[in-house]
């Protein structure tokens, strides 16, 4: 059993591993043509998801690509601010930023490969897909299960633009509460997975439904901590460039509405599939999805 998960997790990691250098290879390519960094970064991303996909098809397994809404933005954060052009860049909001997203993206990773059982374990919504989409299937994982997330998670990471790079105003008041907002929501991420994690292990019966600790007061406060992170990102590219917001905002702004009128729905349709009637009684008393005091 330990030899075939660690296999498993071997050819996730030559994935990545893959994906990265045939990435930075294009990235060197484009940027000795005085490509905008932004431009390579985006083009290096969508490379890199393509190589993953590739591996996804191989082993027809899409859960290759999980991690790599957790993965890609550390390097696109490093690649930002090792920019010649950084070098005008606060310091310490540069240090600050590339740390809180390494932290996030560790952390987020380690979720994913502790409850990821082998390449026999796939999402139970690509099951659902599949079943739905037929010989469909592998052209709708490339577009809806590996492109998408990747524009999704591109275009959070446009605040990093101006927070790592031409951003001058100096560190100040609104980047401490830019920290404050990103580390509360990997810290309320961290503590809504591990307490899911000790109710799944506890073999609760099969009605039972998590609703103590932050789950009383939110039924999703793992996806409330997830949106909160990408807006605080958003905050420091304004406390860098406060003209910026315009287009930086595009990130926050969509997987916002991702999470709330995309993943909540099938997840609380699951849920209201499987546990009908214990469910029907936390949707009563617990908000969707900012936390709130339970109602009586």
């Known amino acids: 059993m330990k030899e075939r998960i660690a296999k498993a997790f071997a ?56 991690p790599y809404w957790s993965v890609a933005p550390i390097p696109i954060a490093i690649y930002f601010s090792a920019q010649p052009q950084a070098i005008e860049a606060s310091f310490l909001r540069q240090f600050v930023v590339v740390t809180l997203v390494t932290i996030w993206g560790c952390r987020l990773t380690y979720n994913w490969a502790r409850g990821w059982t082998g390449l026999d374990h796939e999402d139970w919504r690509y099951r659902d897909i599949k079943e739905k989409t037929g010989r469909l299937y592998w052209p709708v994982s490339f577009v809806g299960i590996h492109m998408m997330p990747t524009l999704w998670v591109f275009f959070g990471c446009l605040p990093l633009y101006p927070a790592l790079m031409f951003g001058s105003r100096p560190f100040g008041p609104l980047d401490v509460i830019a920290a404050l907002i990103t580390f509360g929501a990997i810290r309320l991420e961290a503590e809504a997975d591990k ?21 009383a007061w939110s039924r999703h406060p793992n996806y409330f901590g997830e949106m909160s992170f990408w807006w605080g990102l958003w905050l420091f590219g304004f406390a860098a460039d406060p003209y910026s917001w315009r287009w930086t905002i595009l990130g926050a702004v969509s997987i916002t ?27 009563q008393r617990v908000s969707l999805v900012v936390p709130w005091p339970p109602r009586a």
């Open 11 to 66: 050819w996730v990691a030559l994935a990545y591993v893959v994906a990265g250098v045939i990435a930075y290879g294009v990235g060197l390519f484009l940027a000795v043509r005085d490509i905008p960094p932004i431009a390579v970064a985006f083009i290096a991303d969508v490379v890199a998801t393509v190589v993953v996909f590739a591996f996804s098809l191989a082993f027809r397994n899409s859960s290759f690509y999980d």
């Open 195 to 215: 307490q899911l994690v000790a109710f799944r292990a506890s073999g609760p019966p099969p009605e039972a439904v998590l609703d103590t600790g932050v789950w």
């Open 257 to 283: 509405l991702m999470f709330r009128f995309v993943s909540l729905p099938l997840i609380e349709r699951r849920m209201a599939e499987k546990r009908p009637s214990t469910f029907a009684d936390v949707q």
